[in-house]
Structure formats: C-alpha cells, structure tokens
C-alpha cells in the first residue's frame, strides 16, 4: 500500500471510531476537529495528509516544523501544540494559528508583543496541568482563574480554549477524570465572565485515548501515530 492510500485507510478506521463514540455520547461529528500531529513523519507524508483531506496540522518543535510550514503553511490550518520557549515566539506568531501551549505570564508578554508588532490577535489555548503529573507542562487547575485575568491585559491574545495531557499510561478513569476536569474549569471560566467572548475550544485527546476526550467533551483532538502514523513511508 502506498502512503496516500495507507493514510485514507487510517482516517477511515479513525472517523469511524469518531463515529462511535459520537453515537455513544450524543454529540455531532461537526462538533469536533481532528488535528493531524505530523511531528513523527516527514515533508512528503505531510502534504499527502494534506492531499487526504486533513485539515488542521499540528507540530510541536518549529526547528523541525519549519521545513513543513514553508513548503505548505499556506494550506490548512497549522497548530503549535508543543512546549514554546520564549526565545521561540517570534518564529511561531504569526505562522501558527494557534498556540495550544499558552501555561506562564512570560510567555503571553512575548506573544502578545509578537502580535502586536504585526497587527495581528494571536489564537492561544491555555494549557493547563489538570492531572497534576510533574512531567507536565501546563498551568496548576487552581492557578487558571487568576491566570485568566491577567490575560485580558493582553489585547493582542485571544484565549480559544483550553488544553490538557492525559496522564500517561494512566486507567482509563483517570484519564476521564483529567478531561472532565478541563471541560469543567472551561464551563467555570466562561461563567465568571472573564473574557467578553466565549471560550470554546477544549484541545484534549491523542491517539491512546480521543475516544474517551470525544465523550467528555473534546472540540480538537490531536491525533499522530494513529492517524498519520510514525515514518509511514519506511514502512
Ligand atoms: C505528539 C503529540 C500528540 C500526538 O500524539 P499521538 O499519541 O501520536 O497521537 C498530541 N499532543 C501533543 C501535545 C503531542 O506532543
């Protein structure tokens, strides 16, 4: 099989299992985006992605992004999901459009400059720690609210929505528990009112666990290995 075709074959089995747990929780395949994580997979396999229908990019180093993003960053709809190192802002606003990593003041001084600089509002996801695993980037859940306010100082940051990592190699329940709570302290943020638009998107789920994020709310998975596997084209 070629890559094109391995790929079609992936997103078939993928959509229907997005299907099933749509029916199983009453939501609308329209609800959700599914974000192909290229970040194992070559230049070539990228744009075959493309050419399969995928929509949303996702890449979480720009060094190795940034090959991709040349050659194709006007098609689709690209995604930094990976940690951001200040010293990085420059290179991703502005290229990406939307930053799931936005977890320290620090960081949303250099973005909101970036964007400033280019008259532009700058898409951020607030990544938040909800499982509380120290391997994890993201901000502590009981540090979101007051992170929040100080965010509207920001006119040049749009909050989208929030996003979380599953624990790993965790039971499935609590891996529900961890998405539930994003969902939860989303409903929470949008209640206090804290910015004057609503903050929608809930960026949780990857290839071990979206059909558990689909049933606890996920608006945009980020799905690599199962989607566009790891190197498709040595195997
Ligand atoms: C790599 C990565 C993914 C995708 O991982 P898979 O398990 O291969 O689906 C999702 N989110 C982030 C932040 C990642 O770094």
Redesign the pocket.
């Known amino acids: 099989m070629d890559v094109l075709e391995r790929l079609r074959e992936n997103i078939r089995r993928v959509e229907a299992r997005i299907a099933d747990a749509c029916a199983r929780s009453g939501r609308r395949r329209d609800e959700i985006q599914v974000i192909a ?1 290229t ?2 997979v070559s230049l070539p396999t990228t744009r075959l992605a493309l050419e399969a229908g995928l929509k949303h990019i ?1 890449e ?1 180093r720009w060094q190795e992004a940034r090959e991709k993003w040349e050659a194709l960053g006007n098609q689709g709809t690209w995604h930094f ?2 940690t951001l190192q200040t010293n990085k802002v420059k290179d991703v606003v502005g290229r990406f459009d939307y930053i ?1 990593s936005l977890d320290r003041l620090s960081l949303a001084r250099e973005i909101d400059k970036k964007a400033a600089a280019l008259g532009i509002r700058a898409n951020c996801l607030i990544q938040v720690n909800v499982s509380g695993e120290e391997s994890k980037h993201g901000l502590p859940p009981d540090e979101l609210f007051s992170f929040a306010e100080e965010l509207r100082a920001f006119a040049h940051i749009h909050v989208s929505g929030l996003m979380t ?1 599953a624990p790993l190699e965790a039971e499935p329940e609590a891996i529900r528990s961890s998405f539930r709570g994003l969902r939860t302290l989303r409903d929470r943020l949008n209640e206090r009112g804290t910015f004057d638009y609503e903050v929608r998107e809930l960026s949780m789920g ?3 666990d979206f059909e558990i994020a689909i049933e606890e709310g996920a608006t945009w998975l ?6 566009v596997g790891r190197e498709l084209e040595h195997s």
């Open positions: 994580v970040k194992y996702g979480n999901i990976g799931h990592m990857m290839s071990n980020r799905l690599g290995s199962v989607l």
